[in-house]
């Protein structure tokens, strides 16, 4: 298989893009890396004291800084913020610097392995399912248009979606040689069935 120029992971909070961003980088052998875990880095501090300090304002823009520096990177895995593609910018450098993935997952199942983790600033509120379906409401069609591949990962392990996703990439490249184009997603993913629970 060619490797791809970049790889970068888009898509909603729990849907394990850390997880299987660290698996594709092993199976391409390519450098990993996390933007969220970048910003801690470089500020020194960690993802919700930035949110309590500078609000999601603050945060968003040094989001955007970063992803911006990071897709200036040649040939890494990027897994990105859930709300990195809200800034418009950003999602036009994702989509003209390497092959953006959504990786897409129930709202039922983004609760189930969210609702535990208190380093998701956005969900400590008293109904987390309700902020996790206005988010989707917001975001999804932003995924979907920076997207060039889907891939559904509810209730799939992270090995099997790392070895779908490197199969697409294969196609994807196959079929569109230039893949910074503007291009529609390859695949649709499983629709969702419970997103009204």
């Not at 990177?73 to 593609?85: C, F, Y």
């Not at 189930?112 to 988010?135: F, G, H, S, Y």
């Not at 209730?155 to 569109?176: C, D, T």
């Amino acid at each position: 298989m060619r490797e791809p120029s970049n790889v970068f992971l888009v898509g909603p909070m729990g849907v394990g893009k850390s997880t299987i961003g660290r698996l594709l980088a092993s199976q391409l052998n390519m450098p990993f890396f996390d933007s969220d875990r970048e910003i801690e880095f470089v500020t020194g501090a960690d993802i919700p004291w930035i949110f309590d300090v500078e609000g999601e304002k603050g945060f968003r823009i040094r989001e955007a800084r970063m992803i911006d520096t990071l897709t200036q990177r040649q040939s890494i895995i990027l897994a990105t913020g859930g709300g990195a593609i809200l800034n418009e910018q950003s999602r036009e450098f994702l989509r003209s610097r390497g092959v953006v993935v959504y990786l897409r997952a129930t709202i039922n199942q983004q609760l189930e392995r969210t609702c535990k983790d208190k380093n998701r600033p956005l969900l400590q509120t008293e109904n987390p399912m309700a902020k996790i379906k206005e988010l989707f409401k917001i975001r999804e069609p932003l995924y979907r248009e920076t997207a060039h591949i889907i891939v559904d990962t509810s209730r799939r392990s992270p090995r099997s979606v790392s070895q779908e996703i490197a199969r697409q990439l294969e196609a994807f490249h196959g079929s569109h040689p230039s893949e910074g184009a503007k291009l529609a997603p390859l695949t649709e993913p499983t629709k969702p069935t419970d997103q009204s629970s």
